[in-house]
């Protein structure tokens, strides 16, 4: 006891034996329930207890004196909030001081958060906790081991919601209307086919292109194809960068993008009913024969314009209604064919079929509109109202036509819960035989959930990005294009580059390493352990010297066709081809094959690029290859092991080591951080405003020394959880690449302190003793399991879904590593199959 | 302008009192005791936040340390060009956000004068938005526009980060300037486009009337967020048929579109443009309220069409203060300033002109830094509004008044009897050490 008690303590003070210090009610309590207590009756009583000695009664340790704090309200929510995240992390009171049993904490760290969400309600609410960066507030050892004593769980449930769709799923959805995917094929794993999420362009944005599949020749080089083409880039934002970006609460949709989607709308139904006719400006662009146009159009510099692209005559995008409905727009609308398209639209959209109310509903919205603009603009224009239905935007888990248990659930079930399981996996819309068990009502129970699971992840053809973009958020690489590296700092790697194509680098890297972990994927066994050791790393042709391997592509045979043609009069340039207008028909033509010769390596224009056949250890990467002429964005890659002692795994390849760097040099606490939150389920209060968070302008200092002032008293009590975990990455340089101890010998020591796991804690030499200590550590498999739950469930954990937890990580070490295992349990679970 | 004002007169009063979002904000409850004895004050205001702050040393004239006049002071370098208009020019600082959190920058928090953050919704409406439900009404209340790196702009044509009407209801700046024409001009059409014009609009009432539909039974907690979906298409609609009234007055002021539009060949022409069409409305008497975030609120940023080749993150961890990139950054921004007064000038109002009766606001979301704990919030003030605004002068605060009561004294200035903007008498206790408006500043 370190001093007096208020009044109101001492009636709990006289039963220390019976019950904690500070906590409410005889009967066992359910967490999160709202606590029938005010300030002071319950908050005050913690309050003075455990905070006192430092922060009350005029003590004021770290210029902090919670004399004065009183209930929750708008002037102190900021303090409150702070409070509430040092109880949650175990951060106060501290080791020395007396410790509230695990009942008054979590009591204590659930009413402060009642009271904040109460209190805050008018004035932006309170949202910290359901944010994914707080989600290891709750302690993991109550979430792995037996409830502490007076605690009750209920069984689980989500809550009922609607789920916006992210970016890359409504891309995905509408490229699946305008643009025909290759069919998975086995022997070349990695290519982008059917079913797989669009991926980035060469500038690293996401967009719909259209038609490029067509494309046979253009004017210009890569950067006026890339202007000239038409595409259009998402319009659904995130609000996160950084960790998971799909909590189902994160996302509405806004006024600015429905009009954004309408008129995108239009133009993919344009391009649905008339192809490329509907990009160009003249009929004579869609040719098998380029040098037919290029005598055909006008003269003049048409570098970057969509006329000076040219479409071959072969029909590759999607057959749909939309195409005989439009066609024969300038008769009589044939109403069976309308349906027909409404119908073929909403599934496409909304991922299941409209009800003939709905069907109704866009009939009417389309025959307004054809009555104000005539059939071909009316029908377009009434069609696109389907996109922005809303289950054409957001994802419905309502629990519709579920009667509720004994505990309050609904379980979802044919609909929402097909269409749940689906989007667990899939961008796409539900395969023929999930929808056949939808339709024909086995789609009910849980039994029916693992069936249908079972065979979506064993069939490789059934592309499932969902599971590829949960390693993209847990791992959190996909920033690495974003750094915008410093010249300055380029220059001494030793790599001769300039920021921007240091940029294309990453994109190609970010590719890379989307693909080792599908290589690892692959085996699925000791998933998170092979994840963290692998030995092997997928090498871009000319991103070799990032890994300190010598280039193995052949080399460019441009010399030798340059000397081949040496003494040929190609014409180089547009410019020169304004000559063959004076030449005969035959000479023109000769002229031209010469200079797509040259442009495209065919005498009839541009082909697309032909993958070699599989064989050694070449493999492919998937890339945005629609974005720029002659594919300049290679899927070809080289699966190698590394030097010897050099790499280990995802947290040592480039993408990884620059999206946790900055412009200047490594950041090892934002890789502290990583390791502290993602591995070790540690937790890292935000950082007070007072802060002035940058180390010293230095640059011939070591990280390492500038990092020296984040050990004064007032920060290192933070910093010492992130920077000793981030300190043995100095083993590498900022971009990505293995520092050699002989040449540049570096201090990579570090450890590993506070981790809830005593086999864990203790210094390391470098990161690849750092990263192997924590893989194969129980406690990082347990946390890793804790950000899987919260990725398929949309939401971050309670202790209530404890027992799901452990399941899940039964189940994934029972089967040696499972990836497959712990998607089973995690879709299968109560947590995913119920609402409340 | 009796022509300009007279027209709009009879549109509004064709529109009888149809208000644009939500009634006035309860903050403003008071403000029904409109003063009507007011003399002068701003018809229209402009908010102009550059990102990543706004160093007082860039700003403060030389060798000034106290509050006085700016008639023999001299105007530091990146702002030197507004030497021909100090007497317009009003500099303050000392003013501070520390209840906004404003490192990195306070987003709504900033022109909100409450507690922002990175994904934190407003709180309550900000003031921009206050000001444009109890100035003169006009078609289009309250106009945002945000300027960012072409790539940000293009991919991302809206983003909401500063303004908002209320709590959970942010306002979208529009980054697309093609877009934005649109949305300001479609209504000017006639034969098969006026049809085409007509068919979007009865398609945009049904789809909202489904919508409405589809979200009657969700659980209350999905609702809010539901909203925010429908009331899309209730302001879509709205808007339109706000504009629709006005189209044959609004011909006058439109824009010439140029390749700029649709071939920018950096995002400094988007800018430009942008700022040009935020100008039409004003000049059009569209919108009464114009909000600028260069940088969009956020801590990126482009400005490669000045010579800069650094972007985004970088620029906010580099000293302004007799920096080069900062310099011309400023003096672009200054440039802007410029130009708004002049062409607001040139459009007569009344027995002067536009500008007689316009309030500019220079200042950044980010106080005077980026990692900042706002203690001091720099802000510029032109125009003084029929003599309702102190001009010509340099004033030292002494860092106990918020930046809510710089709002307050616009609001005042504005014909609102109103004591304090978006701050509670308990939250005063802490964050303010006066009461009502800013002396220094109200004439």
């Known amino acids: 006891m370190h001093r007096a008690r208020s009044p109101f303590s001492w009636p709990l003070a006289i039963l220390p034996l019976l019950a904690p210090l500070h906590t409410l009610n005889a009967e066992p309590y359910i967490p999160g329930k709202a606590l029938e207590a005010d300030y002071k009756s319950f908050g005050a009583d913690f309050i003075e207890y455990y905070c006192f000695d430092c922060h009350g009664d005029g003590m004021k340790k770290g210029d902090l004196s919670l004399d004065d704090l009183g209930p929750v309200d708008e002037t102190n929510a900021d303090l409150w909030k702070s409070i509430w995240a040092q109880v949650a992390l175990q951060e106060m009171p501290p080791k020395k001081k007396d410790q509230p049993e695990a009942l008054e904490r979590i009591q204590f760290t659930d009413w402060v958060v009642h009271e904040l969400e109460d209190h805050m309600e008018d004035k932006g609410g309170f949202h910290a906790h359901s944010s994914p960066y707080k989600g290891n507030f709750i302690d993991h050892q109550l979430l792995f081991g037996a409830p502490p004593k007076g605690i009750k769980l209920v069984p689980t449930a989500s809550p009922k919601r609607i789920w916006r769709v992210t970016p890359l799923e409504h891309i995905t959805r509408l490229n699946e209307l305008i643009n025909t995917e290759p069919v998975y094929n086995p022997r070349t794993p990695g290519l982008r086919t059917h079913g797989d999420a669009v991926s980035v362009n060469h500038g690293g944005e996401l967009n719909l292109y259209f038609g490029v599949d067509r494309i046979n020749s253009w004017s210009g080089g890569t950067v006026a194809y890339a202007t000239a083409v038409k595409s259009v880039p998402a319009v659904l934002s995130v609000p996160h960068k950084h960790g998971f970006q799909n909590y189902a609460h994160f996302s509405a949709v806004n006024s600015a993008e429905s009009i954004q989607i309408l008129n995108k709308a239009k133009d993919i139904l344009k391009y649905m009913a008339y192809g490329p006719l509907s990009l160009v400006k003249y009929p004579e662009q869609i040719t098998d024969d380029p040098i037919a146009y290029d005598l055909f159009k006008p003269e003049g510099d048409d570098r970057g314009l969509p006329s000076s692209i040219t479409y071959n005559t072969q029909s590759i995008r999607p057959d749909s209604p939309i195409q005989p409905l439009l066609a024969s727009a300038s008769s009589e609308i044939n109403r069976d064919l309308l349906q027909q398209a409404i119908i073929y639209l909403f599934e496409r959209l909304a991922f299941r079929p409209p009800s003939q109310a709905e069907i109704d509903h866009y009939l009417t919205v389309i025959d307004d509109a054809v009555e104000n603009v005539g059939n071909e603009e009316g029908m377009i224009m009434g069609l696109s109202s389907l996109f922005l239905d809303r289950d054409a935007l957001f994802r419905p888990e309502l629990g519709q036509g579920g009667e509720p248990d004994e505990f309050g659930r609904v379980m979802l079930q044919d609909w929402e819960l097909g269409l749940a399981v689906n989007h667990a996996l899939s961008y796409l819309k539900p395969d023929s035989e999930l929808k056949n068990a939808i339709t024909s009502g086995r789609m009910k129970t849980k039994e029916d959930v693992r069936r249908e699971v079972t065979r979506m992840l064993q069939d490789d053809s059934i592309r499932k990005p969902r599971v590829l973009q949960f390693f993209r958020e847990f791992f959190d690489y996909t920033t690495a294009a974003n750094i915008c590296k410093d010249q300055e700092a380029l220059n001494k790697t030793g790599l001769k580059l300039k920021p921007e194509e240091f940029r294309k680098k990453m994109i190609n890297e970010i590719a890379s390493t989307d693909r080792l972990i599908e290589e690892v994927l692959a085996c699925d066994q000791d998933i998170l352990k092979n994840l963290l050791t692998t030995q092997q790393v997928v090498v871009a042709p000319r991103n070799e010297a990032l890994y300190g391997i010598k280039k193995s592509q052949p080399k460019s045979t441009k010399k030798s066709e340059k000397t081949k043609q040496k003494g040929q009069k190609a014409p180089k340039t547009n410019k020169d081809l304004l000559d063959i207008k004076d030449d005969s028909p035959e000479e023109a033509r000769e002229k031209l094959q010469q200079f797509h010769l040259r442009k495209y390596g065919h005498p009839d224009g541009f082909h697309p690029a032909k993958y070699p056949a599989l064989g050694g250890n070449q493999i492919y990467a998937r890339v945005g290859y629609r974005s720029f002429g002659r594919q300049s964005l290679r899927p070809n890659r080289l699966l190698v092991l590394a030097p010897e002692g050099q790499r280990s795994g995802i947290l040592t390849q480039p993408a990884w080591l620059v999206a946790h760097s900055d412009a200047m040099d490594n950041h090892a606490i934002h890789r502290g951080r990583w390791i502290r939150e993602r591995l070790l389920g540690g937790g890292i209060p935000d950082v007070p405003i007072t802060v002035d968070a940058q180390l010293p302008d230095e640059p011939d200092s070591t990280l390492r020394h500038k990092m020296r002032v984040t050990r004064e008293k007032y920060c290192w009590t933070c910093h010492e959880k992130m920077d000793p975990l981030g300190l043995p990455f100095e083993q590498f340089n900022h971009i990505g690449m293995f520092r050699d101890q002989t040449k540049s010998p570096t201090d990579t020591s570090g450890a590993i302190i506070e981790s809830g796991s005593e086999t864990l804690d203790g210094s390391v030499n470098d990161a690849l003793m750092l990263i192997t200590k924590l893989a194969i550590s129980e406690h990082v498999e347990q946390v890793f399991v804790r950000h899987a739950f919260r990725f398929w469930m949309g939401r971050n954990e309670t202790l209530h879904d404890a027992p799901v937890l452990q399941e899940a990580h039964r189940a994934y070490r029972d089967s040696g590593g499972s990836m497959q295992a712990l998607i089973t349990s995690l879709v299968t679970s109560d947590a995913f199959l119920y609402r409340r | ?443």
């Open chain 2, 1 to 443: 302008m009796t022509t300009r004002r007279n027209s709009l007169k009879s549109i509004l009063g064709g529109l009888g009192t149809v208000t644009f979002g939500s009634a006035v904000s309860p903050q403003l409850s008071q403000a029904a005791n409109t003063l009507t004895s007011y003399k002068g004050g701003p018809k229209r205001v402009i908010f102009f936040l550059q990102n990543q702050g706004f160093d007082p040393k860039t700003c403060i004239p030389t060798n000034m340390v106290n509050s006085g006049s700016l008639a023999s002071a001299v105007l530091p370098e990146p702002i030197k060009a507004l030497e021909p208009y100090k007497e317009k020019l009003h500099i303050i600082n000392g003013l501070h956000g520390q209840h906004t959190s404003p490192a990195h920058s306070a987003f709504f928090g900033a022109l909100g004068g409450y507690r922002g953050g990175d994904g934190m919704p407003p709180s309550a409406a900000t003031i921009d938005h206050t000001l444009s439900e109890v100035l003169p009404e006009t078609l289009l209340p309250h106009l945002c526009i945000g300027m960012d790196s072409l790539d940000n702009m293009a991919a991302k044509p809206t983003v909401a980060k500063l303004s908002a009407r209320g709590a959970g209801q942010p306002i979208f700046m529009h980054s697309d300037p093609n877009y934005l024409y649109q949305l300001l001009y479609g209504g000017i059409s006639t034969g098969d486009l006026r049809n085409q014009y007509e068919a979007r609009s009865q398609m945009l009432e049904t789809i909202e009337a489904l919508a409405l539909s589809e979200g009657a039974h969700l659980p209350i907690g999905e609702q809010k967020r539901y909203r925010e979906f429908t009331s899309g298409f209730s302001e879509m609609n709205t808007l339109r048929a706000r504009l629709e009234q006005a189209s044959s007055h609004l011909q006058a002021f439109a824009p010439k579109v140029d390749s700029r539009y649709t071939n920018p060949e950096f995002e400094t022409d988007w800018h430009d443009i942008l700022l040009d069409l935020g100008l039409s409305a004003l000049k059009s008497g569209t919108t009464n309220v114009l909000t600028i975030g260069s940088g969009r609120g956020e801590i990126f940023g482009s400005w490669k069409g000045l010579g800069i080749e650094k972007q985004g993150h970088n620029l906010g961890h580099m000293k302004q203060a007799g920096n080069p990139i900062w310099d011309k950054i400023r003096s672009y921004n200054v440039s802007m300033l410029i130009k708004m007064m002049e062409e607001l000038e040139s459009v007569p109002e009344g027995s002067g002109t536009m500008m007689d009766n316009t309030l500019i606001v220079y200042t950044s979301n980010n106080a005077d830094k980026q990692h900042t704990s706002g203690k001091t919030w720099p802000v510029m003030l032109l125009g003084n509004c029929g003599g309702a605004f102190k001009t010509g002068r340099f004033t030292q605060l002494d860092g106990t008044r918020p930046i809510n009561a710089l709002y307050a004294t616009i609001l005042k200035a504005a014909g609102q009897n109103v004591e304090r903007y978006n701050m509670s008498e308990k939250m005063a206790e802490r964050y303010d050490s006066g009461q009502g408006v800013l002396r220094e500043i109200i004439a």
